[in-house]
């Protein structure tokens, strides 16, 4: 067995994802290397481990660089947090050191992150007891769904490599960090300044209604950027990506609960203290 450190790579957007073999590049020199994506595109299935996903694995290979890459990736019919299972449960010879999940076409900012399959994918990882990152590159909208080559994820890769190698290198963390959520901004460089982040409570995408006659008729979802990044709170991955356009390091905690005070929650939902509404001016159908 290597004594080198085992690194299980996956994504959403599906096995042939430049972004993908982007990131598997930038550790090539650092770790055994295992890369376990959807065959498929898979963005926005969150966590999700339906029922219905068959889960059969098919070998891949691509060359990286102009070279023969010397690893062998694996595409799974299934969604990104399923694909980490199999690469954990069945095609891996000892657990991962690390999971990098990414790199994503577009960013995953604000409340919309629990939609995202590349924080999802690193949630699950870090279920399992693997240090984890999660990270995405903004790009335009039309290119989300896209396997573009013309999008430059060098620099991403570059923080992805920085950032993953700190988890390698540091087996105790901070208290309660699980995932390191990392948004890397258009036009970025090596050079670019990075932040730790808060989670932004704005939404950035929101849906479109589906244009059709009946509602029996095909209607697919959408969404559209309507945002005002200026307006999100200063210290949040929102602001400093899309306004400051400076790189987002935000700390995900598998820990969901509320950061309010438990004991004074119970006795308000008895009735024992009464609790006044205010209005919360940040919560908006719409920022544009």
């Known amino acids: ?53 068959e889960g059969r694995i098919y070998p891949h290979e691509l060359p990286m660089n102009g070279k023969h890459f010397p690893y062998t990736a694996y ?34 900012t604000g409340n919309g992150v629990t939609i995202s399959g590349t924080v999802g994918a690193a949630l699950e990882a870090a279920s399992l007891g693997i240090p984890s990152i999660a990270i995405s590159q903004q790009m335009p909208q039309d290119l989300h769904l896209s396997y573009s080559k013309d999008v430059d994820f060098g620099p991403a890769a570059g923080f992805a490599r920085k950032f993953g190698q700190y988890l390698l290198e540091h087996k ?73 356009h400076l790189v987002s390091v935000t700390p995900i905690s598998l820990d969901l609960t509320s950061r309010t005070d438990l004991f004074r929650l119970r006795q308000i939902i008895s009735g024992d203290v009464q609790y006044s509404m205010k209005p919360k001016l940040d919560v908006v159908p719409s920022e544009g």
């Open 1 to 53: 067995m290597s004594k080198r450190p085992l690194i299980l790579f996956t994504n959403d957007d599906g096995i042939a994802s430049p972004g993908l073999w982007a990131a598997a590049g930038a550790f090539a020199d650092i770790g055994d290397l295992l890369i376990v994506a959807p065959r498929e595109q898979q963005s926005g299935m969150g966590r999700s481990l339906p029922g219905t996903s």
């Open 75 to 108: 595409a799974v019919d299934g969604t990104p947090a399923q694909a980490v299972q199999h690469g954990v449960l069945e095609l891996s010879d000892r657990l991962p050191s690390l999971v990098v999940s990414g790199i994503n076409y577009g960013e995953n």
């Open 172 to 244: 105790h963390r901070p208290d309660d960090v699980d995932v390191l959520k990392i948004e890397v901004p258009a036009n970025a460089t090596l050079e670019t300044e990075w932040r730790t982040t808060r989670l932004s409570r704005r939404r950035v995408f929101w849906p479109t209604r589906p244009e059709r006659v009946a509602l029996s008729d095909i209607g697919k979802l959408g969404y559209h950027f309507d945002a005002d990044p200026s307006q999100a709170e200063p210290d949040s991955d929102v602001y400093v990506v899309l306004h400051e």
